[in-house]
């Protein structure tokens, strides 16, 4: 099959390229790049005059739900989300039923995703740290690698305990895999459904400092430090998140961290609606700590956006603030939400955008790197910098609809992917 994308504007960090051209893909191979290229009417041309062809996107932090909590999402309906989204690469995370802490497991998901429309949006598995995610007993982590982990996390709960952490950092570090830290120190945490600040007590809500999250980073960058191990601090919300992470990059220690779109885009204020879809872990942060995330961002400390999309049905979120679970759906807003809340707002560039959502989390996961050049696979997301759009959660191809932003206004969208030789535009 021959896709010619015209007049896109192309921007490759790793190649340095910024040019608006033409790209003629055959069989899922770029063959050329240059202007003035054309096809016969049988071949697909797809017009992308004030689009942007960028290397595709991933989102390194989705809970798919599947083998387990198939009513809130599967790999089908969850692979399906993150294409409309515009990313081509997902990483699950292993809090599924049974626990991603077995290579079984990890084949039966390679498996799935290979069904959903041809296998376009490639599914990353990320293993368990330990056994049943109980923080005890380290998983196999040697065998889950070699089936196909490319990362370790017990997400949904820290690594309370140190010496595990210590030990489990030093196992990845033989089979140069990162640990990734849901950073939550629970003995202050627990119980908690909000952000600790003005909004929880005016609302009598048991809250949730900021200190559980930077007193567990804290305690991480000591033990990745001692074992020169790789950590990645998933979802860090608080301005002392930031700053920690910020000293530590500037001593050189082998570190990253993600943020997600919910946390750069509202604040604790949005609990006084009490609507459910505002209650997620790390919990919504004040207005200091959404400024310093930008600024993270903007001078690098944080390297990654990724949603930690969170499906849950409508039944599960339809109860009281306090007795809902936490967490909601976010492959189908974050690009756009991106866009408006910093590329819009000149907190980051184009370049720096594609970075986080592509050449960033590849490089802390250790996958191949995408070259947009001749004779390279077409591994692409497409932008539209300019559209808007109303966020409607009845439009969303996930099984679950639990998001605050439906009715959003949002300037900027991801309009289509191409990888392994398919497409999918969402014009
Ligand atoms: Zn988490």
């Known amino acids: ?24 893909i055959i069989d899922g191979i770029i063959q050329k790049i240059s202007q003035n290229l054309s096809v016969t009417k049988e071949d697909k041309s797809i017009d992308l005059t004030g689009k942007i062809i960028s290397p595709g996107f991933i989102d390194m932090h989705v809970h798919l739900r599947e083998p387990g909590f198939e009513h809130k999402e599967t790999i089908e309906s969850g692979s399906r989300a993150a294409a409309s989204g515009g990313f081509t690469s997902v990483c699950c995370m292993p809090n599924t039923n049974p626990v991603i802490d077995d290579p079984s497991v990890i084949k ?78 629970l003995s202050m945490a627990k119980g908690g459904v909000m952000n600790e600040g003005y909004v929880s007590t005016l609302l009598g809500m048991q809250p949730i400092p900021s200190i559980a999250e930077e007193i567990m980073i804290s305690r991480d960058l000591h033990i990745s430090q001692y074992t020169k191990a790789q950590y990645h601090a998933a979802h860090i919300s608080t ?13 050189n220690l082998r570190v990253s961290c993600e943020v ?39 001078d690098g400390t944080i390297d990654v956006i990724a949603t930690d999309h969170a499906p849950h049905s409508f039944d599960e979120k339809q109860v009281e603030f306090l007795y809902a679970p936490f967490g909601i759906v976010g492959l189908e807003t974050a690009v756009g939400l991106a866009i408006t809340e910093l590329i819009h707002t000149k907190i980051l560039t184009p370049k720096q955008l594609i970075e986080k959502f592509s050449v960033n989390p590849r490089n802390i996961l250790h996958l191949p790197r995408i070259n947009i050049q001749e ?28 998001s605050p932003f439906h009715g959003w206004k949002l300037k900027g969208k991801a309009i289509g992917i191409i990888n392994k030789g398919k497409m999918k535009l969402f014009p």
């Open 375 to 402: 004779g390279e696979p077409a591994n692409l997301t497409f932008l539209d910098f300019m559209q808007e759009w109303i966020v409607d959660i009845n439009n969303f191809q996930s099984k679950s609809k639990n």
């Open 260 to 298: 997600t779109p919910h946390h750069f885009s509202l604040t604790d204020n949005a609990v006084r609606s009490f609507d459910t879809n505002t209650k997620m872990n790390p919990p919504l942060r004040s207005h200091e700590d959404v400024e310093a995330v930008k600024e993270g961002l903007r």
């Open 108 to 185: 039966w998901i390679q498996q799935c995703s290979l069904k959903v429309d041809d296998g376009i949006v490639d599914v990353y598995p990320i293993a368990a740290i330990t056994k049943g995610r109980e923080g005890k007993e380290l998983a196999p982590m040697m065998e889950l690698a070699e089936a196909g982990a490319l990362a370790f996390s017990d997400d949904g709960s820290p690594v309370e305990n140190a010496e595990v952490m210590r030990r489990a950092l030093e196992y990845a570090s033989m089979i140069d895999k990162p640990i990734i830290q849901h950073a939550e120190e």
């Open 239 to 251: 301005a002392g998140s930031v700053e920690l992470l910020r000293s530590a990059k500037k001593k």
């Open 1 to 24: 099959m021959k896709i010619l994308l015209k007049n896109g504007r192309l921007i490759d960090p790793i190649g340095e390229i910024d040019t608006v051209t033409d790209v003629l």
